[in-house]
């Protein structure tokens, strides 16, 4: 395993203090987390890592191996491991059709103004619709509900509908290039079924169809489950702001009574930020023995009310840390609840709650966890109630903590968040020129988007930031969204005071614009919003996405989504750097296809580099060459 010794002591799992300070404690506590469970898991097997394990059938599993070149059927590993790939990829797939639909769902049911929700965007209501051919002469209420119904019926749409996202979002020279390939997606649900259907026992064992399915479906979810998603979202909750907050474990407040949003999906927790401000609810916190309610954020939900901090989510109080975490903040024994809303809620966080006092309540009718029985389902029509049943199972669970038990690290760092497309063209005045400028001179030699997940494989957080520090050391910018984000907001890379950290070019452009080295675009979902920012970058030069001095990196990717978005940044034409490596390498042709022959279809392929110097270095040397390609 790729773990710290810099320091005398044992070797660290964590690239954070606060975290390994917390791992020692549950080892000393006896309580097993990810770490542990990690090493009694090696050595791995060689054969899932490489994707080479069919459990389709009943004749199976089978591997391939050099005893046996194709599985009992007479599956080739090329059509096991394409296979595989696309049932991870329509696993993210659905995920996300599932965050989408709640939100169109609750878009609806405010527009009819049976929710505590308002339209948080109303301009970009505005603009949305009127891009998807509302009629503008409505009222806001009357477009929001319009688009709700236009985003579902979007979602089931047949696979040979085309998506109006596709058309209304995509630049013109991606759709040429989807067009001609074959891959243009119809909608996510249709999407889902063809490429359940097909990658079951035998329907299609056609490797190069399979990757082209994959795509396909990767697409329709860039389109609705990441541009889409975001879309909604902003317009129900409103755009990221500029705004200053916290992140780390050191933020937890041992007097408070402690709710922690953890998951994907924002709706609850925003009702439970607002629930926890009722002059009602905070006496009983104080009769309780608390001084108040404070509401942290952990992975993705949290990132999202990070970002609306400055409006919808003001009352917030700063950032954990990424899914990793979730263990080591219950075992501070100060957090009382813990909302799990959507994806990367480990049973794990079970195992360490029951040696607490903490209390863990599903948020969402598709989450469940093994011996957690309280439930209070999202429903976007009862959610006041809801969130302030929530803060009083909080309360009641504050009174059963153990003061004995408590122990919270000193560590926590500033945060300058919420950046997106509409809060950089304000900053900038109002215009990407002075962005465009600084790119084109050189200050800026090019963006690089860390994102998504943490990993375990790599040492938590080490390859993110590794990569991270050589981009912005060679004067590249950086932008994040997932738990790559929560990484870098602890070891300080998005407080606008570390620009010591960047190239000097880069560093003048920071400190002019009194930005951060890293700049935090939200959870993962908000991959759309970077694809966002990149389509508006290559319109105003001109340029397709793919010509751009761009690069993406997900060096520590973990699960089924993130294997959509990686297909997705492919097929928008991005160099794609992914860690670890995935595993595709049992099939030279899926290899082949992936790290080479697709660049020649879709303008950009997957970087595997498992060192993460290298890595960087590799993705700078494209960057510079697609600044030579545009003469700048
Ligand atoms: Fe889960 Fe989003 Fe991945 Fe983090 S980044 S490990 S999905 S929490 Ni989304």
Same mark, same amino acid.
């Given at each position: !395993? ?158 040979? =509908? ?28 249709? =999407? ?29 979810? *860039? ?47 925003? %009702?439970?930020?607002? %629930? ?27 990132? =999202? ?27 501070? *024994?100060?957090? $009382?609840?813990?909302?799990?809303? !959507? ?20 948020? $969402? ?27 009083? !199972? ?51 030699? *090019? ?114 989504? %993130? ?70």
């Amino acid at each position: !395993m790729n773990i710290c010794h810099t320091c005398a002591s044992s070797p660290c799992y964590s690239a954070h203090k606060s975290t390994n300070e917390m791992y020692e404690r549950t080892r000393n506590l006896g309580i097993t987390t990810v770490f542990d469970r990690w090493e009694a898991q090696q050595p791995q097997c060689g054969f899932g890592l490489q994707g080479l394990c069919c459990q389709l059938c009943s004749h199976g599993p089978c591997r391939i191996s050099p005893h046996s070149d194709t599985g009992i059927c007479g599956a080739t590993a090329d059509t096991i491991v394409a296979r595989n790939l696309v049932r991870l990829a329509v696993h993210g797939a659905a995920a996300y059709a599932h965050h989408l639909e709640e939100l169109a769902k609750t878009l609806k049911a405010t527009a009819q103004g049976q929710t505590p929700f308002r339209i948080g965007d109303p301009r970009k209501l505005r603009e949305v619709a009127s891009l998807i051919g509302l009629d503008s002469s409505k009222s806001n209420e009357q477009l929001a509900e319009a688009l709700s119904s236009a985003i579902l019926s979007e979602l089931r749409k047949g696979s040979d =509908e085309r998506l109006l996202l596709v058309d209304v979002f995509a630049p013109a020279s991606r759709k040429k290039a989807w067009e001609a390939l074959g891959v243009m997606p119809g909608g996510v649900l249709s =999407e889902i079924r063809d490429a359940l259907t097909k990658s079951m026992t035998n329907i299609n064992t056609d490797p190069t169809d399979l990757l082209l399915t994959a795509i396909r479906l990767s697409l329709a979810t *860039g389109y609705m489950g990441l541009v889409g998603t975001i879309t909604v979202q902003d317009i129900l909750l409103g755009s990221p702001a500029l705004v200053e907050s916290e992140a780390d474990l050191g933020i937890i407040d041992p007097e408070t009574v402690n709710i922690v949003a953890h998951g994907h999906v924002p709706l609850m927790a925003s %009702a439970v930020i607002w %629930a926890s401000q009722k002059p009602e609810l905070l006496a009983l916190a104080r009769e309780a023995g608390a001084s108040g309610i404070k509401v942290y954020g952990s992975m993705c939900t949290g990132q =999202e009310l990070m970002q609306r901090s400055a409006s919808s989510a003001s009352g917030f109080a700063g950032q954990l840390g990424n899914w990793m975490m979730q263990e080591y903040y219950v075992a501070t *024994g100060a957090v $009382d609840l813990v909302m799990m809303d !959507m994806n990367c809620s480990i049973p794990g966080l079970k195992l360490a709650a029951d040696q607490f006092h903490t209390r863990l309540v599903s948020v $969402d009718r598709i989450v469940r966890m093994d011996g957690v029985k309280d439930h209070v389902d999202y429903d976007p029509e009862k959610v006041a109630d809801q969130a302030v049943q929530l803060v009083r !199972m909080a309360i009641d669970a504050f009174k059963h903590r153990v003061p004995e038990n408590v122990y919270v690290p000193s560590h926590r760092a500033r945060v300058v968040a919420g950046f997106g497309i509409e809060s950089i063209l304000k900053a900038l005045g109002g215009s990407l020129d002075p962005l465009l400028d600084a790119i084109k001179t050189g200050s800026v030699r *090019g963006i690089a988007a860390v994102v998504g997940c943490t990993n375990n494989r790599n040492g938590h957080d080490f390859k993110s930031l590794t990569i991270m520090r050589e981009f912005l050391k060679n004067n590249v910018l950086v932008i994040s969204a997932g738990c790559t984000s929560s990484g870098a907001q602890i070891e300080s890379l998005m407080d606008p005071a570390s620009t010591d950290v960047c190239g000097e070019k880069l560093g003048d452009v920071c400190k002019a614009l009194g930005i951060p080295p890293v700049l935090n675009f939200g959870s993962c979902v908000d991959i759309g919003r970077i694809g966002a920012a990149v389509t508006a970058i290559a319109d105003s030069l001109g340029v397709d996405p793919s010509q751009l001095p761009v690069a993406a990196s997900a060096p520590e990717y973990l699960e089924q989504k %993130a294997v959509a978005d990686g297909i997705f940044a492919v097929s928008f034409g991005l160099l794609t750097h992914i860690g670890p490596v995935p595993p595709v390498t049992g099939s030279e042709l899926v290899t082949k296809v992936l790290t080479e022959d697709i660049e020649n279809l879709l303008g950009g392929k997957v970087l595997v580099e498992e060192d993460p110097v290298k890595a960087a270095s590799i993705m700078i040397a494209h960057i510079d060459a697609k600044r030579s390609a545009l003469g700048i």
